[in-house]
């Protein structure tokens, strides 16, 4: 199946612009939207968003804001800012003529993992895919993210929290579809305990698949690990994909 990559942007009420690319397939399928994490851009996405959009989805890729061509407002961006980044980035892969808006995943990385559960209190989310999620607590949420206390926040993630003090954890709480939740073996940054946190807050969801990448960072520096992470990614989402199709996983 051929795929055609297109630039876009996608717009903000602010009139400020992000820079996005379309990664569009022959036929019209389920749409997949990829959330880059703090510090990192859609380069991290391009290539298993193209290999996805092959597999027969419309595929989304952008920088949130602070990030790539807009490095200079990065200590200036909240949590709130680039929540909005990601529903007008979904609003834009839902309204391409060839995408069905009820069938719409989210792939996204540490802090993009964070921003993807809070979508899918906001907007239609069939399935989630969480690689190495942050987490964060809910006070300070307009402050920008580059000045959050870091001690606190590790100490804040190696703590259980449920969905009674953490609003992440609460949207994931009442997520109805399919989730792939994905633990580095030698994360830096998000500890065990953040991990369980995700898991036992699916209560809903219609399946959940936890895996671990073996021998992996949190960032997959090493090519073994983001091939591990692509081979794991493509096989969940064309299980998702092709049982959507045959009626088997109706959410």
């Given at each position: 199946?051929?795929?055609?990559?297109?630039?876009?942007?996608?717009?903000?009420?602010?009139?400020?612009?992000?820079?996005?690319?379309?990664?569009?397939?022959?036929?019209?399928?389920?749409?997949?939207?990829?959330?880059?994490?703090?510090?990192?851009?859609?380069?991290?996405?391009?290539?298993?968003?193209?290999?996805?959009?092959?597999?027969?989805?419309?595929?989304?890729?952008?920088?949130?804001?602070?990030?790539?061509?807009?490095?200079?407002?990065?200590?200036?961006?909240?949590?709130?800012?680039?929540?909005?980044?990601?529903?007008?980035?979904?609003?834009?892969?839902?309204?391409?003529?060839?995408?069905?808006?009820?069938?719409?995943?989210?792939?996204?990385?540490?802090?993009?993992?964070?921003?993807?559960?809070?979508?899918?209190?906001?907007?239609?989310?069939?399935?989630?895919?969480?690689?190495?999620?942050?987490?964060?607590?809910?006070?300070?949420?307009?402050?920008?993210?580059?000045?959050l206390n870091k001690a606190l926040l590790n100490a804040y993630r190696k703590t259980p929290h449920t969905k009674n003090d953490n609003q992440a954890l609460l949207a994931c709480s009442l997520f109805k579809g399919d989730v792939l939740l994905i633990e580095t073996e030698h994360d830096d940054f998000?500890?065990?305990?953040?991990?369980?946190?995700?898991?036992?807050?699916?209560?809903?969801?219609?399946?959940?698949?936890?895996?671990?990448?073996?021998?992996?960072?949190?960032?997959?520096?090493?090519?073994?690990?983001?091939?591990?992470?692509?081979?794991?990614?493509?096989?969940?989402?064309?299980?998702?994909?092709?049982?959507?199709?045959?009626?088997?996983?109706?959410?």
């Amino acid at each position: 199946m051929s795929v055609v990559i297109s630039p876009t942007h996608i717009a903000l009420p602010d009139a400020f612009n992000l820079d996005a690319h379309f990664l569009t397939p022959s036929a019209p399928i389920p749409g997949i939207l990829f959330i880059h994490g703090w510090g990192g851009d859609q380069r991290f996405d391009l290539k298993r968003a193209h290999s996805l959009a092959r597999l027969g989805c419309v595929c989304l890729t952008f920088d949130l804001t602070g990030h790539h061509d807009t490095t200079a407002q990065r200590h200036h961006v909240s949590r709130q800012r680039n929540l909005q980044d990601v529903c007008a980035a979904y609003d834009t892969l839902a309204s391409h003529s060839w995408v069905d808006p009820e069938s719409i995943a989210i792939i996204g990385h540490s802090y993009g993992a964070y921003l993807a559960t809070l979508v899918s209190q906001l907007r239609p989310v069939r399935w989630l895919s969480l690689l190495a999620p942050a987490l964060y607590h809910d006070e300070e949420w307009f402050k920008p993210k580059d000045q959050l206390n870091k001690a606190l926040l590790n100490a804040y993630r190696k703590t259980p929290h449920t969905k009674n003090d953490n609003q992440a954890l609460l949207a994931c709480s009442l997520f109805k579809g399919d989730v792939l939740l994905i633990e580095t073996e030698h994360d830096d940054f998000i500890p065990k305990q953040t991990i369980l946190s995700y898991r036992n807050a699916f209560l809903e969801a219609q399946s959940m698949t936890h895996r671990i990448l073996y021998e992996a960072d949190h960032g997959l520096t090493q090519k073994a690990a983001q091939q591990a992470y692509s081979t794991l990614l493509f096989g969940w989402i064309q299980e998702m994909i092709m049982g959507a199709r045959a009626g088997f996983l109706s959410v």
